[in-house]
């Protein structure tokens, strides 16, 4: 079983591989984009508290995004392994992953960089965003999410490389291209049963 990091900027493609890698893994996907984004379309306290950071593309405060991992990581699908899609993204998300999967022996076997182009993924989301209408993901919010990410998140893929833990797959091209780089890359290292 494997415990997955999937890592990249906005844009490189984590949530359409995370739900293909779910199944072929047979690991739940966790994703924090989309567990705020469920909040945010129900109205509950955490998603009106969630709401304005996110539209502007500033990261949720790291004590709120810790403990909603934290709880989703203790029910029983993920004991055995998961593919966290979009967190950890901060030093402190770090801290606290390792501390809690720490806890009962465990840690983190591989993080997958989903590397692209800052340029190209802007180009990406600015299309989507045309496509499907959201007006309020303007170029400006969607560069500003890129300079959240390359200061904040950018720096931690230092820190797993000095575990020994990533490995890098161009995130450009076909859904099934970049899939299959994945799956190769993670039989490199002994982790894909697919
Ligand atoms: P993207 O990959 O485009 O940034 P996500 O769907 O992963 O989109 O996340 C959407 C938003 O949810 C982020 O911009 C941020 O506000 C919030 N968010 C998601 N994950 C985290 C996290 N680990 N820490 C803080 N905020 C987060």
């Known amino acids: 079983m494997t415990r997955l990091l999937l890592v ?3 844009g490189a493609g984590k ?15 966790i994703s924090t984009g989309d567990i705020f984004r469920t909040n945010v379309a129900n109205e509950t306290p955490l998603g009106i508290k969630v709401k304005a950071i996110m539209a502007k593309g500033e990261y949720v405060p790291d004590d709120l995004t810790n403990e909603i ?6 029910e029983p699908d993920a004991a055995e392994g ?3 899609d979009g967190y950890p993204r901060t030093i402190e ?5 390792d501390r809690s999967l720490g806890k009962d022996g465990h840690a983190l076997d591989v993080v997958v ?3 692209a182009d800052i340029e190209d993924v802007v180009a990406r989301l600015m299309k989507r965003a045309i496509e499907q209408g959201r007006v309020d993901d303007t170029e400006e919010i969607i560069r500003h999410r890129m300079s959240v990410y390359t200061e904040q998140t950018a720096p ?3 820190l797993f490389d000095e575990r020994n833990l990533v490995v890098r797959v161009d995130a450009l091209g076909a859904v099934d291209n970049v899939t299959d780089r994945i799956v190769s890359a993670l039989a ?3 982790l894909a049963s697919a």
């Not at 591989?17 to 739940?28: E, M, R, V, Y």
């Not at 998300?93 to 992953?97: A, P, S, T, Y």
């Open 8 to 10: 990249g900027p906005p």
């Open 15 to 29: 949530g359409t591989q995370a739900a293909i890698l779910s199944d072929t893994l047979g690991i739940p996907a």
């Open 69 to 74: 991992v934290a709880h989703r990581l203790s």
């Open 82 to 84: 998961f593919l966290l």
């Open 93 to 97: 998300q770090v801290n606290e992953l």
């Open 113 to 115: 960089l989903l590397e």
């Open 156 to 158: 931690l893929i230092k």
């Open 188 to 190: 490199g290292r002994g």
